[in-house]
């Protein structure tokens, strides 16, 4: 069977940092989906007349873009969101920290993750990559969560072995054996795809990284991610617990662990020789925009990025974010870009890319995911304006659909998630 929805599409199926027309978009549009792939994307006249018998789904009072790719979030952290007056590190200690330890407790773990999933769902997230708990059970719930509403997700179990609180802190052996456990168990079933994850370098050994190291070469096709650079004081105390490492990503480097699957997220104050070393090896950046400035942490420093060819998504960051939208994000990385002092103008089509197709890229999926390109899975969302707000007005005078982006985008509190499509099939949201 063929559906086909109407409406304003818009999409990037090019990097826009790259190319002049990387956005693609038509006014009055038509996605066909069949089997949970994409079909055909392209005018509504043209996609009716190719598949005439097509069910139709009339979205004309909305948008539909591909849906969106949160490339770094943690599960635990959900009710963490909007702790103010912290840095950092003492944020982590006095808020979020206590709450994380919480999730030995597996009916409490169970119900955040079905929370987290539907919220990822409700937010038209489709896709993410996130921060597990330290606990074995908690994470297993995750995956199980995400598999149940049919989100893709790359996630593993956090592991420290110190500075954090004891209940938090593994042990390398028994990281590996739990880590291991859930990797066979989880990587690979369905859209489920395992990460290997220390919280940070900060708090993590060196024979913990050693098994990190263990896991990542053992299975060669499962993920890494963590933090660096993300504070200045948590850069001086790692710089302290590695008198031999140059820089905080050789605090990973040394390990194997930075390569074309490797996700850090933050990067707000990297050396030059951290730059370089990102791009020779392919590594990839999570920019989290609003947990940067909520805080306090700094301005991602853009255009170095991309001097260097560095390749970056955006991550909501939840609970050090402000929420799991990522449409704000977009909007937090604009305004970031507006105050630093060698800002990048980010343009609506820039904000798309990075927050779809960026992140596909950077997690190795795009070419299943990420834009609306025949052959793609149909993971596909569909905002519509809040009845009589400022977005409805812009909507309804439309000038052009990159103008309109950019009302989306600067106006996302007005922007309902009315229905997401998981590979063709409608997710239930509510
Ligand atoms: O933004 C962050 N959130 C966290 O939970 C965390 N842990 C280590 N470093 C971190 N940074
Ligand atoms: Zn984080």
Redesign the pocket.
């Known amino acids: 069977m063929t559906l086909i929805l109407r409406g304003l599409i818009a999409h990037t199926p090019h990097n826009p940092f790259h190319r002049a027309e990387a956005l693609e978009s038509f006014s009055d549009g038509a996605i066909a989906l069949q089997e949970g792939k994409i079909a055909a994307v392209g005018p509504y006249p043209q996609i009716h007349r190719r598949f005439p018998g097509a069910q139709l789904q009339d979205c004309r009072d909305g948008l539909l873009l591909p849906g969106l790719i949160d490339t770094h979030v943690?599960y635990p952290?959900t009710r963490v969101i909007g702790a103010m007056g912290y840095t950092?590190l003492d944020w982590?200690q006095q808020r979020?920290l206590p709450l994380e330890a919480r999730l030995s407790d597996n009916r409490l773990a169970r119900e955040l993750a079905r929370e987290f999933v539907r919220l990822l769902l409700r937010n038209g997230t489709t896709t993410a990559l996130v921060?597990g708990s330290h606990f074995q059970g908690a994470t297993a719930n995750l995956f199980g969560a995400a598999e149940d509403v049919g989100l893709r997700l790359l996630a593993g179990q956090v592991c420290s072995d110190r500075m954090l609180r004891p209940e938090l802190h593994t042990t390398p052996q028994r990281s590996y054996e739990e880590q291991k456990m859930l990797i066979q168990r989880f990587h690979n079933r369905g859209k489920l795809k395992y990460a290997v994850t220390p919280?940070?370098s900060l708090s993590a050994s060196e024979g913990l990284l050693e098994v990190c190291q263990a896991l990542f070469e053992e299975y060669p096709d499962v993920h890494f991610t963590s933090?660096i650079n993300?504070n200045r004081e948590e850069i001086r105390a790692v710089a302290e617990l590695f008198p031999w490492s140059a820089n905080y990503l050789e605090t990973y480097d040394r390990f194997g662990l930075i390569g074309p699957r490797s996700v850090l997220?933050?990067n707000v104050h990297p050396t030059e020789p951290e730059l370089t070393r990102l791009a020779e090896a392919q590594a990839a950046i999570a920019h989290c925009p609003s947990?940067n400035a909520f805080?306090g942490s700094g301005i991602f420093p853009l255009k170095r990025h991309l001097q260097h060819g560095i390749r970056f998504g955006l991550g909501s960051?939840v609970g050090?974010g402000t929420g799991f939208s990522l449409l704000k994000e977009g909007l937090s990385a604009y305004i970031a870009q507006r105050y630093a002092e060698d800002g990048f103008p980010l343009t609506p089509a820039h904000l798309l890319y990075l927050a779809t197709r960026a992140g596909a890229e950077i997690l190795g999926l795009d070419r299943e995911i990420g834009d609306l390109s025949p052959g793609k899975a149909a993971d596909i969302l569909y905002l519509r304006p809040e009845p009589e707000s400022t977005l409805e007005v812009h909507f309804r005078h439309l000038d052009s659909v990159e103008q309109l982006l950019g009302s989306l985008f600067t106006l996302h509190g007005e922007a309902r998630v009315e229905k997401v499509w998981l590979e063709g099939r409608e997710a239930v949201l509510r």
């Open positions: 943690h952290q950092l982590l979020t921060f919280r940070f933090h993300e997220a933050h947990s805080i960051d050090g």
